[in-house]
């Protein structure tokens, strides 16, 4: 089979080519944060009323997480470490997700922050984790499209319709992964890895975009050709957060790059060298598009992942698909029991068999990179022992409402998929619109 090329900049992040052949609506989303509206499905954990962990729903507008963590943990009066969240979400967006906070449910009325709100509150023995969700609904609204309005109808129905058939989408990392307005994580990630960490630093704190605001280019422009950080920091705009921390602990510490990159929460830590990897995967799964290798079909070799009871892959229970069980295995992937993965290359991985495992090879040689190359000397959260993901996504509740001149898509993905790869498939914009 042949996939439609891709000819934006998400080539960069190694999303090379669209599933379905149709011409792409344009447009762009998140116009205003209500145009993009995510409600996470969840395993809230069981109310206990002695537990120490409080539990809430919040509703929240326009709001990073991370940022939100930090200003929650300075609002209450505890640790960040001491709130957690199951995912992390879009900024630009209207969202809904469980989190908890190692404090008594009283201490949540002193929070006055803007356009977030606190429901559902309860006690209960153990916190919210990363992972602990199921799902997230998604209802997003595409403005400007470039296709007549009158077309667009029957292009869609065009895209669903090879969804349908296909079992699902590429499950590329979207341009979230890496960054929508400033796509450098996966090169920060890529300088750790290397053994680099004063190249890492130096890129998150330094590396421009033409999309920032000219106070913040200003600043970045300052720190790419400038050690003295004293008089640096004092120029960084307060929405420099994260890097104004980094260049504070080089005030004090200076040339402690490692620990520089020890003041970012440990999620963004662990989401450096991810990055990284999800970059190898998007390339490692356009290639397989590019050999013609089917998505919703094991191959001899594949490794194949079955779905548990809760729906959830199963990536303790991985399966190898040989000449002598291809049949059973098939099955089990035709009848949504079960989906072919690409390794999320780490410390602990080793390529497959068969045409994928060669191809996995390529990129990786291409990069010159071993295993090892993902323990990062200092830096355990940063180091990443490497895992699997499915190559395709399925799609629940799948549809759109058309309006005057606009459309709302709706539909329902698993866990760790991304929207916008699924938006992409209908739009076929550039990078920045979504």
């Keep these: 089979m042949s996939y439609r090329p891709c000819h934006t900049d998400e080539t960069k992040i190694g999303m090379l080519y669209y599933l379905s052949g149709a011409e792409g609506t344009g447009g762009r989303i998140k116009v205003f944060?209500?145009?993009?509206?995510?409600?996470e499905v969840s395993r809230g954990p069981p109310e206990e009323p002695e537990g120490k962990f409080t539990i809430?729903?919040?509703t929240s507008t326009n709001w990073e997480t991370n940022r939100m963590v930090r200003l929650l943990s300075r609002s209450l009066g505890i640790s960040r470490e001491k709130i957690g969240f199951a995912?992390?979400?879009?900024?630009?967006?209207?969202?809904?997700?469980l989190m908890s906070f190692e404090c008594p449910p009283d201490s949540l009325g002193s929070v006055g922050l803007k356009d977030l709100e606190i429901t559902d509150i309860y006690r209960s023995?153990?916190?919210i984790k990363i992972g602990d969700l199921i799902g997230n609904r998604f209802s997003i609204k595409v403005r400007e499209p470039n296709m007549p309005i009158d077309e667009i109808p029957?292009?869609?129905?065009?895209?669903?319709?090879d969804i349908r058939e296909a079992g699902g989408f590429p499950n590329y990392f979207?341009?979230?992964r890496f960054g929508v307005v400033r796509p450098v994580t996966h090169l920060v990630g890529e300088s750790l890895v290397r053994g680099d960490t004063e190249g890492a630093v130096r890129m998150y704190l330094s590396s421009p975009s033409e999309f920032e605001n000219d106070g913040v280019s200003a600043a970045r422009e300052e720190l790419a050709h400038r050690d003295d950080w004293k008089s640096l920091i004092k120029i960084m705009p307060e929405s420099m957060g994260f890097e104004k921390s980094m260049v504070g602990h080089l005030i004090e510490s200076p040339g402690d790059w490692t620990g520089a990159i020890e003041t970012l929460p440990n999620n963004l830590q662990m989401m450096l060298v991810h990055a990284y990897q999800s970059y190898l995967f998007n390339l490692m799964l356009s290639k397989r598009m590019e050999a013609g290798l089917p998505l919703n079909m094991p191959v001899a070799g594949d490794v194949v992942i079955p779905v548990s009871a809760d729906g959830t892959p199963d990536h303790d229970h991985p399966v190898c698909a040989t000449s002598r069980n291809i049949d059973l295995v098939a099955a089990q992937v035709g009848s949504g029991r079960a989906f072919v993965s690409i390794t999320l290359f780490g410390s602990d991985?080793?390529?497959?068999e068969g045409e994928m495992g060669e191809i996995e090879s390529r990129v990786l040689e291409s990069q010159k990179l071993k295993a090892s190359d993902f323990i990062i000397p200092g830096l355990p959260r940063c180091s990443s022992r490497g895992s699997r993901r499915e190559i395709l996504c399925p799609v629940k509740e799948i549809g759109y409402k058309m309006g005057q001149d606009f459309y709302d898509a709706e539909f329902s993905l698993p866990k760790g998929n991304y929207a916008t790869t699924l938006m992409r498939e209908f739009m076929k914009s550039q990078?920045?619109?979504y």
Excluded: H, W, Y
């Design 349 to 352: 991985s080793v390529t497959q």
């Design 431 to 433: 990078m920045l619109n």
């Design 154 to 161: 029957g292009t869609l129905d065009s895209i669903i319709s």
């Design 174 to 176: 979207g341009v979230q």
């Design 56 to 58: 809430v729903k919040v």
């Design 87 to 97: 995912g992390t979400k879009d900024k630009r967006a209207v969202t809904s997700q």
């Design 33 to 39: 944060p209500e145009d993009f509206s995510v409600t």
């Design 125 to 127: 023995k153990r916190p």
